[in-house]
């Protein structure tokens, strides 16, 4: 059983970055796979960002991030990261962690469903 807490939210200008951390305890993240979605008011939650639980560390992502925002893993920490950069107004959203069990498969999926365990959000405005 994962526990999950999100931290490194806040208010950043247009351009501006932000790291996220997803500190997690219950395990070590060996196996599980990690993600991260975002949820906007009045829409559905997106899955963004996703990493396999593998030495590999295979990433994925939406098209609505790619080439802005990188995910990563540390293992000795614990914790996975989304660094997001050139940020935009659209990108304002509550950001949540989540992960699932999934071990030797270098992959990973943007799909909500598969998700067994998750935090409790942290909130990213970006407004100039």
């Known amino acids: 059983q994962l526990q999950l807490v999100e931290s490194g939210g806040g208010t950043v200008q247009p351009g501006g970055s932000l790291r996220l951390s997803c500190k997690v305890s219950g395990s070590t993240l060996d196996g599980y796979v990690m993600g991260w979605f975002r949820q906007a008011p009045g829409k559905e939650r997106e899955g963004i960002s996703c990493?396999?639980?593998?030495?590999?560390?295979?990433?994925n992502y939406a098209d609505s991030v790619k080439g802005r925002f990188t995910i990563s893993r540390d293992a000795a920490k614990n914790t996975v990261y989304l660094q997001m950069n050139s940020l935009k107004p659209e990108d304002t959203a509550v950001y949540y962690c989540a992960g699932y069990w999934r071990p030797y498969i270098d992959a990973c999926t943007l799909v909500q469903g598969r998700y067994a365990f998750g935090g409790q959000g942290t909130q990213v405005t970006v407004s100039s």
């Open positions: 990493v396999s639980g593998t030495p590999r560390s295979m990433t």
